[in-house]
């Protein structure tokens, strides 16, 4: 199953896009809550939390930098925000035994900051649930993420591991079709790419081309609908 969440903490575009559009989840980081100006962060993730609703996802990053800590902020984000969040946990030497750690307890990870296909291996191996692999900032560091995510997905489907890529990091439209088209069963990109995806001026002349065939058959003005009547 393939999956679309949104990389925004604005309640403005969530309010709409996640009715307008096939979203499975939501994620955040401090840099996404950041453009949302002077805000009290949790009331925010709580209103995030509320616009999913129990069909969608909601995954929010940790800010430390030790195991313990790692842990401990986990515990004080699923007491505010529910036992259902996913937690954001970097795959590095501090973060790895968190994510196993909590795992264990049952406890819905997403690893992110995720470089290189070891990082994502580990990741499934220690019971992550989404493995982020940061697109564009793979490809500004030389690395090819298209690969990336055809060798970690081949190891989740070899391994009968149930964690998915998810996909995340993108500037642009072709970036995120080359990152499904790869194996990645998620991605996670903000609004303003699907809006430029859906709102490209070939589509527009194209529609408008649709309009004018139509009135040069059945009139000006007239539509499927008015011309039953």
Known sequence: MYELLLDTANLTDLTEYLIKWPVAGVTSNPSILK???????YSQLAKIKKLCGADRSLHVQVVSNTTEAIVEEAHRILDRLGRDVYIKIPVSAAGLPAIKQ??????NITATAIYSTLQGIMAALSGAKYIAVYYNRMENNCTDPNAVIREIRSFIDGSGS?????????????????????????????????????GMASIDSAVEEFAKDFEAIHGSGQTMETISE
Request: charged residues 20%; proline residues 0%; glycine residues 10%.
């Open 102 to 107: 909590l795992a264990d307890q049952n406890i």
């Open 35 to 41: 453009k949302e100006g002077n805000i009290d962060v």
């Open 162 to 198: 149930e964690a998915k890529i998810l996909a995340a990091s993108f500037k642009n439209v072709g970036q995120v079709t080359a990152a499904y088209a790869s194996g990645a069963q998620s991605v996670t990109v903000g609004v303003d790419i699907i809006k430029s995806g859906l």
